[in-house]
Nanobody, 126 residues
Framework: QVQLVESGGGSVQAGGSLTLSCAAS????????MGWFRQAPGKEREFVAA????????DYADSVKGRFAISRDNAKNTVHLQMNDLKPEDTAVYYC???????????????????WGQGTQVTVSS
């Protein structure tokens, strides 16, 4: 069982930046690929970014490429999402997620992720 706790959400003006963090409570953090998803009001949850076990492989949704960066610190059991040039359409609840992975594998399907945090709100005003 893995518990995930997100932090770092908040309100920011368009063009601003935020960094989300996710702390994982597991002794085998390096066995898990990690991801970030988001859900805006009235919309389905969507993939944002994912990172492999070692951090050597990453993937992003087209809507955030070039603006967001996912990273992980395996010594501290944390994963981060640096969000730059934020837009009002980035407003959503952001969720951290994890699943047991093999090698450099990462996926963008939410159904593959077994563990989820409770989410942190990000609000971007124009």
């Amino acid at each position: 069982q893995v518990q995930l706790v997100e932090s770092g959400g908040g309100s920011v003006q368009a063009g601003g930046s935020l960094t989300l963090s996710c702390a994982a409570s597991t002794r085998t953090f390096t066995n898990y690929a990690m991801g970030w998803f988001r859900q805006a009001p009235g919309k389905e949850r969507e993939f944002v970014a994912a990172i492999s076990r070692s951090g050597g492989n990453t993937d992003y949704a087209d809507s955030v490429k070039g603006r967001f960066a996912i990273s992980r610190d395996n010594a501290k059991n944390t994963v981060h999402l640096q969000m730059n040039d934020l837009k009002p359409e980035d407003t959503a609840v952001y969720y951290c997620a994890a699943y047991l992975a093999y090698g450099w594998e990462i996926v963008a399907r939410s159904s593959r992720f077994d563990y989820w945090g409770q989410g942190t709100q990000v609000t971007v005003s124009s």
